[in-house]
């Protein structure tokens, strides 16, 4: 059996933890944060998470585990058939994780770990979100899923990336700048939370979340 290594809270986790839910794929989770311990750089090269323990070894960067389970597990496939097809899709998560999500990353710090950023930084993000997601509202099709009328890959990123984001730009500029630039996140993520799946990963990630004590 594989096993996934991170935390709930994490957007990246939880897109490989839908991932290996919609594909029926048995494994078990181990806690775990990020480090710079020496012992966890041998697993993790930059001591990040997600990672996936597999029989053969140990994955970092989310992308690469969820190519292999597609590759590894092919009997629930989470790409199109269509060559094409599975190009937009990666197309997609690609332009939604290094132009919309990596971006709002700058934010987190002061949305959700106590920090500040500096006016400089606000704005400059808030610029390069309308960009970015107005390329995405480009790509995206939302009928009813991201990539069109069937779940696939884009969603497992899609749905955890928006919620994350989505949080972040409210607590920050006051606004959700997804829903600014993308009507249409509002419908599919409810959408989305019908999924048994989604709703495994969504009360794991409350769960989390919720004070201590």
């Known amino acids: 059996m594989i096993r996934l290594l991170g935390f709930p809270v994490s957007n990246y986790y939880n897109k490989i933890k839908l991932a290996l839910l919609e594909k029926g794929v048995e494994f078990n989770e181990e806690m775990v944060r990020p480090s710079q311990d020496p012992a966890f750089?041998?697993?993790?090269?930059?001591?990040?998470?997600?990672?996936?323990?597999?029989?053969?070894?140990?994955?970092?960067?989310?992308?690469?585990?969820?190519?292999?389970?597609?590759?590894?597990?092919?009997q629930h496939p989470l790409y199109p058939t269509d060559v094409f097809a599975r190009a937009k899709c990666r197309e997609l998560i690609f332009h939604l994780e290094l132009n919309v999500e990596l971006e709002a990353r700058r934010l987190y710090k002061e949305a959700f770990f106590g920090g500040s950023v500096s006016e400089e930084i606000r704005q400059d993000v808030s610029e390069r979100l309308a960009r970015g997601l107005s390329g995405l509202q480009r790509l995206a099709r939302f009928s009813p899923f991201v990539a069109g009328s069937e779940f696939t890959a884009v969603d497992c990123?899609?749905?955890?990336?928006?919620?994350?984001?989505?949080?972040?730009?409210?607590?920050?500029?006051?606004e959700c700048l997804v829903s600014k630039y993308l009507p249409e996140v509002a419908a599919y993520l409810e959408e989305m939370k019908k999924r048994p799946s989604v709703q495994k990963v969504e009360q794991d990630?409350?769960?989390?979340m919720a004070p201590k004590g």
């Open 205 to 208: 990630r409350m769960a989390a």
């Open 157 to 174: 990123a899609a749905f955890n990336h928006f919620v994350l984001v989505s949080a972040a730009t409210r607590k920050i500029y006051g």
């Open 41 to 74: 750089l041998a697993r993790s090269p930059l001591g990040k998470i997600p990672l996936l323990e597999t029989p053969h070894g140990t994955l970092s960067e989310s992308q690469a585990i969820f190519e292999y389970l597609e590759d590894a597990y092919p």
